[in-house]
């Protein structure tokens, strides 16, 4: 098979591995485990920097408690998920040893990576444990996540990983082998090898997915879109492919980067922050931001949404309700519908040299990086 370059070159790589991968009707498939750690294992020894996204904790929790199916409320699967956390990093840690690779566990919230922070402390753990020869293995902590509160699905927390480590590719193991325009099963379906950009895409995803976990094909391209447009390659494989698509075979599907890397706090911003409020711009101000990445100044709003303090991550929009842009703004909320549609030189006249500021510094702004439907 011709060599993806994108994977054979990557220096960092994240993998992200299903239940449904992982699991058999007995829980976890010790076999399936082991290929994995081996082909995981074979690039630590290759000096690359290994993170592992591992979905099971749930699946491998059930037949300890006598569940037969996967149950559908937030306290038995979080029952789950609290007995199975440990198996799943009992296997790993004991199939890495084999290999003399250390494990380290790294459970995640959706507050650890909204809040600036828990990134900042996030990013401290990865790159210490990797500095140190460790492969970090990661899965969301549903023992304390809720419904309102979670990823949901450990596609998009892979892809928020990929740029919290300025990962250079990312690969989804599934049950599937590849993105396909239709359900595989349908005889019209056709195979996409690859994929220019995410957005220009015209696939029916609605019935493809995994019986097991909680992701099914939507969340693997919205998982592609995070992590492409952060600069990232990214490759959808099955899991009985999993060696070669970690080491740049052409299996599956590859996504092309449509973006650039860009500074974590800008990638932060995008993907992974909570907008505290919103700014609604005039024309102006929307084309400012927009075409020449200028800083959002008082007198292009019309309008303040929502409580925020100075520091905290707001959405731009226009006047139609769209969101333009994201940012970190510089005045609380309270403070500033009294500068609304004033200059900054007046404001500096009237109420002093602390107002000689923008509301949104084009440093502390990223313009939307998804594409309009």
């Known amino acids: 098979m011709t060599d993806r370059p994108q994977l054979a070159d990557a220096q960092r790589i994240v993998v992200k591995v299903g239940s449904s991968s992982l699991t058999g009707r007995r829980g976890l498939d010790g076999d399936r485990l082991q290929s994995l750690v081996d082909s995981l294992a074979a690039l630590r020894r290759a000096g690359k920097d290994v993170v592992l996204v591992s979905s099971g904790a749930v699946a491998a929790g059930m037949p300890a408690l006598g569940m037969k199916h996967r149950p559908r409320d937030l306290a038995s699967q979080q029952a789950a998920a609290s007995v199975g956390q440990g198996l799943l990093i009992e296997r790993y840690d004991a199939l890495f040893a084999r290999h003399d690779i250390v494990v380290g566990q790294v459970l995640l919230t959706v507050d650890d990576l909204t809040r600036q922070a828990g990134y900042r402390n996030a990013l401290r753990t990865f790159t210490r444990l990797m500095q140190l020869g460790a492969v970090p293995v990661v899965n969301e902590n549903d023992t304390v996540a809720t419904h ?10 892979a892809a928020l990983v990929a740029h919290l480590v300025q990962a250079d590719a990312l690969v989804l193991l599934s049950d599937v082998d590849a993105l396909y325009t239709r359900h595989p099963s349908d005889p ?31 969340t693997k391209l919205q998982a592609a879109r995070i992590a492409t447009a952060a600069g990232i390659s990214v490759v959808l494989a099955s899991f009985n492919d999993h060696a070669a698509a970690v080491s740049g075979g052409a299996v599956g599907t590859l996504f092309h980067p449509t973006g650039k890397k860009r500074a974590r706090r800008l990638m932060w911003l995008a993907y992974a922050s909570q907008a505290k409020g919103d700014l609604v711009l005039d024309d102006g101000a929307v084309r ?39 940012g970190i703004v510089n005045y609380d909320a309270g403070d500033l519908p009294e500068l609304l549609g004033k200059s900054t030189h007046q404001l500096v006249e009237e109420r002093g040299p602390e107002f000689d500021r923008e509301v949104v510094h084009r440093d502390a702004l990223i313009v939307k990086l998804r594409k309009k439907s």
Do not use: C, W, Y
């Open 188 to 218: 019209e379906a056709v195979k996409i090898t690859e994929v220019a950009d995410v957005d220009d895409l015209d696939v029916d995803t609605s019935r493809i997915g995994s019986q097991v976990g909680t992701g099914g094909m939507a």
């Open 148 to 157: 309102e509160i979670r990823f949901g699905d450990n596609d998009r927390l």
């Open 288 to 326: 400012a931001v927009l075409e020449r990445k200028a800083s959002l100044l008082p007198a292009g709003i019309t309008a303040v949404h929502g409580e925020f303090l100075a520091g905290e991550p707001v959405r731009l929009l226009d006047l139609a309700g769209a969101v333009i842009a994201r």
